[in-house]
């Protein structure tokens, strides 16, 4: 597994971003994904996750309603789509893939990483 993040930036308060992660190892289909996020001085949170197969997926409470996760297996994407921002959504933010999730919102749990892209949302 190889992930690289995109699509963070600059937005203002309420606007939208979509965050891409994508696979170039070529197994994407066989990993369970997560995004995080990490703010400055704060420690790495969880997002939200999606299994394998597309059939279970999970939200923090903090973006529940106003964030997306999805993936495309054909494509080894998965993507983030953040609507509604907030400034305590800026934060940078980071794809995750592990085999098997068990607990999906501790970071420990995943074994790969993207570099992570900025979302920085202003008031």
């Known amino acids: 597994v190889q992930l690289q993040a995109s699509g963070g930036g600059l937005v203002q308060a309420g606007g939208s971003l979509r965050l891409t992660c994508a696979d170039s190892?070529?197994?994407?289909?066989?990993?369970?994904m997560g995004w995080f996020r990490q703010a400055p001085g704060k420690e790495r949170e969880f997002v939200a996750a999606?299994?394998?197969?597309?059939?279970?997926?999970v939200y923090a409470d903090s973006v529940k309603g106003r964030f997306t996760i999805s993936r495309d297996n054909a494509k080894n994407t998965v993507s983030l789509q953040m609507n509604s921002l907030k400034p305590e959504d800026t934060a940078v933010y980071y794809c995750?893939?592990?085999?098997?999730?068990?607990?999906?919102?501790?970071?420990?749990?995943?074994?790969?990483w993207g570099q992570g892209t900025l979302v920085t949302v202003s008031s």
């Open positions: 995750a893939a592990d085999r098997y999730i068990w607990r999906y919102f501790d970071w420990k749990e995943y074994d790969y």
């Open positions: 999606i299994y394998r197969s597309g059939a279970r997926i």
């Open positions: 190892g070529g197994t994407f289909s066989t990993y369970d």
